[in-house]
């Protein structure tokens, strides 16, 4: 997420952004996508038997992780 989305859904939960309250507002919104990611990924550990679909999962896996590291 953007800090400009970020401060948007902040101000459509009335939510009065701005310095210093910004980074308090950030802060969680980073947490909440953590935990999230992490929620998804669980959806991602079966396995099927199936090569394609096992290879299909590790992918979307892999793509979850990855949104973290950015």
Request: glycine share 6%; with cysteine; hydrophobic share 35%.
């Amino acid at each position: 997420m953007t800090q400009d989305e970020i401060i948007e859904m902040a101000k459509q939960c009335g939510i009065v952004v701005g310095y210093p309250k910004y980074q308090d507002i950030e802060a969680f919104a980073k947490l909440v996508a953590e935990r999230e990611r992490e929620e998804c990924k669980k959806c991602c550990i079966w396995k099927t038997g199936n090569q394609f679909v096992d290879e299909a999962i590790a992918v979307c896996y892999r793509a979850i992780d990855q949104r973290g590291e950015a």
